[in-house]
């Protein structure tokens, strides 16, 4: 009974890693309507005060046949730029709607099978890894790695590369010293983040200050000044202590000896910190995650897994060599994941299960070595292997015994 | 609580509904509004350009005001429908999957990515995903000297070479492995045996009957004349004889009984059906179970496992994950602390084909045994850990906790599961 009931699948538990999978193309969605909607705004009411001017102009007599023809023509062409930037968006819409659906199937799919043990299930969890690595390559820049991977897994519609290709554009930005890009992010995302009240817009304007400080000439100061005027001053009421440091700056430039802490921190290189709060405020926005999937699956699966026995006689290569052999020969299972090369590292750092029942096979004899196996499979080889009637053979000596030198073990 | 919905019953189908009323309702409206709106000032356009007449121009301009205002409100509410299917779509979203938050406060992985990324290298290789595995073996190389993705990328240069060359290894006998995988889904199972035959020391010492086991089905395969090739009533039975003859001898130690059964299994080969071999020669599943055990064996003698570990943890970790939330919520709002650094405080419960290790917990202290404290069975059967027996021992002489029986601790025995 116990088992079954290890077995079954909980769908909506299930499910907690695949949250961002519907989450994204969703507020996907909204920030493109939200450009829509903007264009949309500016551009008709631009069109019709300069229809109304036009109109007035024309009735009035002050505008000529080739005025007004003019003016038509520049309403064309705002309207078919709207057009154009309208079927981008719709186009991208489109696509949006299309990841949704195919990512619902997905994810309707594991409402299907109800057991872990259904062979419909593997091949669902494997998608699920092969998503999780794709966001592990994604988030960590592997871009190709992740398009690879998607195309060869037919996955594309569950990968989100294009978001995290031009979150790593502004990122690789960023390291490289460039705000612009980066404040053409926050521009087009202006509204959601004030809700946020986030910061990053001041702290890349803070930057660009003390790039034009760092630079030190004349002009450049007094670009400075005016850039403080323009995109500092008005946030000190968020910010007053990081403001008045500014202001500090220009007193002291890099070069002055009695420079206090709080302004050498502020001249020396903070462009990793930079491209990590963009990172951050990227991912709040969009609702993903700000640890990659992978990670979360990984350490509590690690946890799950592991067992006192897999890191037994870490310091002893050779011990823990025998000791595969002999569970390879106890279970039926092969190698465990934990004591297999690729995780065995990893798995140092975290802590094993709990458990509070024994998991043994129910029929355990014993050696005299101390060594125990199941009975009936110690049968059922002594029978494959011809042996005379109730001899069997210590799978680890090769002796042969009698049956009834093996002595009973009851696991409470 | 999650008990109580039925497990079959899909959140997501008023989603799905919801979403074929978002693709219904979406830009192309508005777009065919501007086109409407071009069309008229196009049209209006070319009347202007032709009249001569300045006031019939500007009744022209006056007139058009109206209608594109129009357009424009109609471009408004075709936005409008767009922003409500979107809502609807987002409540609806919110209710087939209300957000949870994951466990992130402390992530133990992000500390060792050098350790990530090579696990997910070599998944990648024992999944047969080379192209992808060699893009990403550059990327890494690429991204390592360019950000400080990693703090100490596999320490050096002489390190980092010998470990792509083990990659290279790696990638491949993988190789190898799906070659031969390939050969016996066509049935030809000569890569195989090759395989085995090469390796057959390292196969003996693990106790593994593979390569008998491939040699047998060959046998059995040529008796039943499957090769296709048959001039003859009788030259499937004379292959296999003669394989038999060739091969068998050096399995004779191990394996002298089955041998024995497949020659005497001959002499029944008009009606095969019959005989008390028949057993022997029914090989529906053959084939699979045995690419199923090449798997396993060759990935063990790598000291891999047979299942990609990666795999295997993040299927058990999603399994266990809502266990460990539960765990972190509480903790949360108790705010205190887990003491014991090396165990989980909860149990994880992981379906019987995710536990590996046998896991012998004391009956008397609760706790797991491990290497310092190993299970030690006293006179009786009972096991107990050998902390426990110390604990209860006075002097030499225990009583068992389970049965009335005594003894003396010297005479206990420390197993080995």
Known sequence: MANHESSAIKHNDHLLLDQPLLRLPNELLRKNFRSAHFVIERDTSALKNLLKESATAAVSGRASQQDVLKNLDAMIIRMRGVKRKLSQYAGEEARLHEHTAARIQHLDDLYSINTVEDVKYESWSRKRLDRLIADYFLRNGFHESAKQLAKERNMERLVDVETFESMGRIRLALLGGSVTEALTWCAENKKELRKMECKLEFMLRLQQYIELIRAGTQPKLVEAINHAKKHLVPYRSQHPREVSQACGLLALLPNSRNAEDCY????????????????????QLLSLPSVPLLHIALSSGLSALKTPACHASATNQGGSARAHQDDNSSQEHGVCPICSTELNDLAKYVPYAHHTNSHVQPDLVMFPSGKTCSKQRLIDEAKKAGLPPCQVKDPMRGTLLHQEDLKKVYIT | MTGVDNASASPFAPLQADLARMKKSNLNAAIGDVDKILEMLERTREQVAQESESHKISMAMTRLQNPIKEKCDAITSDLKEVTKAQRAFGKALDKAMPLRDLPMETDAMAEYPEHVVRAIGMHLLREGQFSVASTFVAETEHITRGESFMANPLDGTEDNEIDSRSEQDLQHKFAQM?????????????????????????????????????????????????????????????SAFEYGRQHFARFQRRHLREIAQLCTAMVYAPNLEESPYNYLFQTDTAFDEVALSFTREFCSLLGLSAESPLYVAVTAGSIALPRLLKYTTYMKEKKTEWSTVNELAFETPLPPSMIYHPIFVCPVSKEQTTELNPPMMLICGHVISRDSLHNIAKGSRYKCPYCPQEGATSDTVEIFL
């Open chain 1, 264 to 283: 050498a921190d502020l001249y020396r290189p903070r462009w990793t910190e930079l491209a990590d709060l963009f990172t951050t405020t990227h991912n």
């Open chain 2, 178 to 238: 799906y070659e031969i995988l390939a050969e016996l889904k066509g049935s030809n199972l000569i890569p195989a045996i090759e395989w085995a035959h090469e390796n057959s020391r390292r196969l003996e010492a693990r106790g593994s009957t593979l390569e008998f086991e491939l040699s047998k089905l060959q046998f059995i395969w040529l008796f039943k004349g499957s090769s296709g090739t048959s001039e003859s009533e009788y030259a499937g039975q004379t």
